[in-house]
């Protein structure tokens, strides 16, 4: 928000406890909340476009039944037909988990849960165990030997054993800060052009011509912000699907 002539964009990132006294006891912010209104909107989207069981699909039965095909084909072309269809709701439902998070935090007076680096890595380390469990269900003990390259020498073991297991660890690091910083720069950019708007326009005629432009910017922001939440839903969802082919893949 802007305050006089300065602009607190990371404002909007701050927990609160909501719902006075109550929700300050049991420590519940607005995350929580907005995770749960992403997971009942999801739901209800899934119910009602379902619910007809049309031959011939309305809208909203329409774009459920897209949504099914689209991320079973991506779970199913990327893992497997077998394992990939026993994946899938798991990937379903976190591609729109985070879908629905990213969008829901564009509304005003929202958040966006999926900002929140504890929110971002808590999924990425959920999807490392699921991760590392399925390759030791399918390798067995056969999973640690990815550690050391096939056909370097063994003398340079001590080297390459702690660079693959670092690299392999870093995962959960990374799919959790590309979601987590890419929602939280959007959002800033939003908050910074808009309080441009709202400063500018109050300096008279010239101040009205010229918050035409960060107006005008802040529209073009959210129609990008609108692609980054689709990509960002995707990018974590593939990745999640080419992690668990590598796992269930010998």
Do not use: W
């Not at 899934?46 to 084909?73: C, H, I, N, T």
């Not at 394992?83 to 985070?98: E, R």
């Not at 080297?159 to 870093?170: A, F």
């Not at 995962?171 to 400063?199: D, K, Q, W, Y």
């Amino acid at each position: 928000m802007a305050s006089g002539s300065t602009i607190d964009a990371l404002g909007q990132f701050e927990l609160h406890p909501i719902f006075g006294s109550f929700g300050e006891a049991l420590r519940l912010s607005q995350a929580p909340l907005f995770m749960a209104i992403s997971s009942a909107v999801v739901l209800a989207f899934l119910y009602f476009g379902m619910k007809p069981k049309a031959v011939v699909p309305g809208r909203l039965q329409a774009a459920a039944e897209v949504s099914y095909d689209f991320v079973r084909g991506l779970a199913v072309d990327t893992i497997g037909e077998e394992k990939g269809t026993a994946f899938f709701p798991f990937i379903f439902a976190l591609f729109f988990f985070i879908l629905a998070g990213n969008y829901i935090g564009l509304l005003p007076f929202s958040y966006t849960f999926t900002s929140h680096i504890a929110v971002t890595f808590a999924m990425a380390i959920t999807v490392f165990i699921i991760c590392i469990l399925t390759s030791l269900r399918f390798q067995g003990l056969g999973f640690f030997k990815h550690f050391m390259p096939e056909g370097a020498p063994v003398a340079l073991s001590p080297i390459l054993i702690p660079i693959e297991i670092l690299s392999y660890i870093s995962r959960p690091i990374s799919l959790s800060i590309r979601l987590f910083a890419n929602m939280v720069a959007g959002h800033v950019l939003l908050e910074v052009f808009a309080s441009f708007t709202i400063m500018l326009a109050g300096l008279g005629v010239v101040g009205d011509v010229l918050a035409v432009t960060p107006l005008v910017l802040n529209i073009a922001l959210t129609a990008l912000e609108l692609l980054v939440g689709l990509l960002q839903a995707y990018v974590f969802a593939i990745l999640t699907c080419i992690y668990l082919r590598e796992a269930v893949d010998h």
